[in-house]
């Protein structure tokens, strides 16, 4: 592409040190595409005839085809997908093929492609997020009035229910699809026209290709354009965000199917035998999530490293960009397809949620807002209520079955009702609030939203 200043081949070694095809490959429909659109903008500037632009055009769709159908060789000695294909088509078409790159680096190029690839999958991940939502309610709705503790500092706190639990984790995926949406919106500007860095003598028509590439608009600056990753570092940040939630939501499930917590059971088809201790079930699919997402976190920081040190505008460390991306995309793929699957399958084990969730200590702090309603201040309350903890400790007696009033005169005989954990939901009622009411009516809201 390049042997007129050159007078000696590029070394093996260089080539196999460069190459990009092994893994931007995938780039093929999205490079195919910008071709297409920067060969009808040339079209229309009068730099090709319209027999030209049909045998660019009929021969682009030809390698496309060839691709798919997994009938192209692809050349390392041909470094990347952009000169792979465009060395083939001028080998199918002959002269028309080598006016191809007129007004267009590879610059502008790779930056077009990479941003149509981040654009498709943000579309599928969207897509897939939404599934794993769906499972989630699924769940939620299926256990919606089944009261867990819930726990700050793995402690017990105070009495939740399985439903409540779920919708969280429906929620901050929720947040991840309105990163991605976003991320989406600021990376579908065309680059296309900005050449090496510097624009080209020759005008092509930057936003009918834009346009014709489904972009919103034009970069406004060719240098910013060229150097720019930014989208890049948006979407993979996203995408780590996205695998710490779930990583998250391993942990819990990773508890919960222990057999100290004893609260879930998943699927045996979601979970691995060990080759020496016959009685294990592992929740794998759990760890590996968890485990994975370290690798999106790295990919995240591999690429704002790479970028940091880089002057204006390309330097051929931004070749480096597309294997985490690839790599994180697939991934979060990956890793929402198989949890979309296990949480479907998942059961929650209900008597061993009642159980724990009848610990009366979970009340403690419903017991003190029952003070603070007798008009004792919250402060005395909390104190009050510590130290009927302490003696409930000390005596092995469960907190509902201590004497208060002989503890302190503010505990009526209608103390002992604050135990009730059907009351205690229900009095739950705040926006946000675990109330069985309102969990059900997030539920509806919720499958509405995303119907
Ligand atoms: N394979 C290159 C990449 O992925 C394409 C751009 C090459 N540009 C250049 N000036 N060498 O970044």
């Known amino acids: 592409m390049w042997k007129g200043r050159f007078s000696q081949d590029t070394s093996s070694l260089v080539q196999q040190f460069g190459e990009s095809i092994s893994y931007d490959w995938r780039l093929f429909p999205h490079d195919i595409a910008g071709s297409v659109a920067h060969a009808r903008a040339q079209l229309k500037a009068g730099l090709l005839t319209a027999e030209e632009f049909s045998q660019i055009e009929s021969g682009l769709m030809e390698i496309l085809g060839d691709i798919e159908a997994g009938k192209f060789e692809f050349k390392t000695s041909l470094e990347d997908i952009h000169m792979n294909i465009e060395a083939e088509l001028t080998r199918r078409i002959g002269a028309a093929g080598a006016k191809l790159h007129t007004a267009r680096s590879r610059n502008d190029q790779v930056a077009t492609d990479t941003r149509l690839y981040t ?11 939404t599934g794993l939502q769906g499972a989630l309610l699924d769940r939620a709705e299926k256990y919606a ?40 919106k600021r990376l579908n500007i065309s680059p296309l026209g900005s050449g090496a860095l510097a624009g080209s003598t020759i005008n092509l028509d930057r936003r009918g ?3 014709e590439l489904g972009f919103d608009g034009v970069t406004r600056n060719s240098m910013d354009a060229i150097a720019d990753r930014d989208y ?31 609260f879930a059971a998943l699927s045996d088809a979601h979970t691995t035998g ?5 009685q294990k079930k592992n929740p794998d699919v759990c760890e590996l999530t968890r485990g994975k997402t370290g690798r999106l976190v790295g990919n995240l920081m591999n690429l704002l490293v790479a970028v940091k040190g880089l ?18 995309v697939d991934t979060l793929r990956l890793i929402l397809a198989v949890n979309t699957e296990m949480i479907s399958a998942m059961e929650l084990r209900e008597e061993n949620c009642r159980a724990a969730a009848a610990d009366p200590m979970l009340l403690a702090t419903d017991l003190a807002d029952y003070l603070v309603k007798k008009g004792v201040p919250f402060r005395h309350a909390h104190e009050l209520v510590g130290k009927a903890v302490a003696q409930a400790i000390a005596t092995k007696t469960p907190l509902d079955q201590l004497d208060l009033a002989a503890i302190d005169p503010a505990y009526g005989p209608d103390a002992k009702d604050v135990f009730s954990l059907e009351t205690a939901l229900a009095a739950r009622t705040n926006p946000g609030a675990p109330s069985i009411a309102n969990v059900l009516g997030e539920i509806a809201r919720w499958k509405s939203a995303l119907a």
């Open 119 to 129: 654009r498709a999958e943000i579309d599928g991940l969207l897509a897939a997020i």
């Open 145 to 184: 009035a089944t009261v867990i503790p819930g726990y700050t500092h793995l402690q017990r706190g105070q009495p939740v229910t399985a439903g409540h639990h779920f919708l969280a984790y429906v929620e901050m995926l929720e947040r991840d699809k309105s990163r991605l949406a976003d991320a989406r």
């Open 209 to 211: 290709i834009a346009e």
């Open 232 to 262: 890049i570092a948006e979407v993979l940040f996203v995408i780590s965000l996205c695998g710490v939630h779930l990583s998250r939501l391993s942990e819990d499930l990773i508890l919960w199917c222990s057999a100290e917590f004893a």
């Open 274 to 278: 060990s080759s020496l201790m016959p």
């Open 311 to 328: 002057p204006l505008t390309y330097n051929r460390d931004l070749q480096e960009d597309k294997p985490p991306l690839f790599d994180s």
